[in-house]
């Protein structure tokens, strides 16, 4: 099983409709959660950090759920500027001790005009 | 601001070959790790610094090395070149991961081929 899993998608949505990904992740002591977002051809840049309270960033909305081990990324309103592929990163403990960034495979969205 | 520099950004190499892909951040940052990325894989992590002298396996880490004698620099080395490590590859550095929130940087990517 991975570390972190996502669902890949694709998911096409219309221009304006709301769309939520999950992600769950294996390591119940992981402690920092995050939403990466690539574009085609592009290297990942940081979306938002995930908190466990829930976070809003304009049209973003990141939860957490630790009881369930999964975090959620909620796009509002969505624009053409949305599509891109969206990674969930999970801050999980090597056998040695030592804190690895790790990466879901990723949920390509495409948002229809 | 350089940020995260990666090279080269394209490679063609021939099976058995062996080449060492640099990457170099000057944000003093403590961690770095390196990933490849293959069609409905993801990223999955081949090797990881917490700082320098320091480094760790990840997910896939056969087949490549690395070392880390500066904080500045972690190139990754494939050893002999197989056709299996045709992939993008891209280096990421942060500062220390038991920081909260902490974000991570990426260079533009290698996209290496192997015939």
């Known amino acids: 099983r991975k570390e972190v899993e996502q669902d890949p998608g694709p998911f096409n949505v219309p221009e304006g409709a709301t769309v939520a990904f999950n992600c769950t992740y294996s390591?119940?002591?992981?402690?920092?959660f995050f939403w990466y977002r690539q574009d085609c051809r592009k290297e990942p840049k940081l979306l938002m950090s995930v908190y466990s309270s829930g976070n809003e960033d304009g049209r973003f909305t990141a939860q957490l759920n630790r009881a369930s081990q999964y975090i959620s990324l909620l796009i509002r309103d969505s624009k053409l500027s949305d599509s891109a592929t969206y990674l969930c990163v999970v801050i999980l403990i090597s056998n040695f001790g030592n804190e690895k960034l790790t990466f879901g495979t990723g949920t390509r969205l495409t948002i229809i005009p | 601001n350089a940020g995260v520099t990666q090279t080269p950004k394209f490679q063609v190499l021939k099976t058995g070959q062996s080449m060492t892909l640099q990457c170099a951040q000057d944000?003093?940052?403590?961690?770095m790790s390196w990933y490849r990325q293959d069609p409905g894989m993801g990223l999955r992590l081949i090797h990881y610094?917490?700082?320098?002298?320091?480094?760790d396996q990840g997910e896939v880490p056969n087949g490549y090395n690395v070392s880390r004698s500066t904080t500045e620099d972690f190139p990754l080395r494939l050893l002999s070149a197989a056709p299996s490590q045709t992939s993008v590859y891209f280096c990421?550095?942060?500062?220390?991961?038991?920081?909260?929130?902490?974000?991570?940087?990426f260079g533009q990517g290698t996209r290496l081929t192997v015939v």
């Open positions: 990421a550095s942060s500062y220390s991961l038991r920081r909260s929130n902490t974000e991570a940087f």
């Open positions: 944000m003093n940052h403590e961690y």
């Open positions: 390591n119940s002591a992981s402690q920092s």
């Open positions: 610094s917490v700082g320098a002298g320091i480094t």
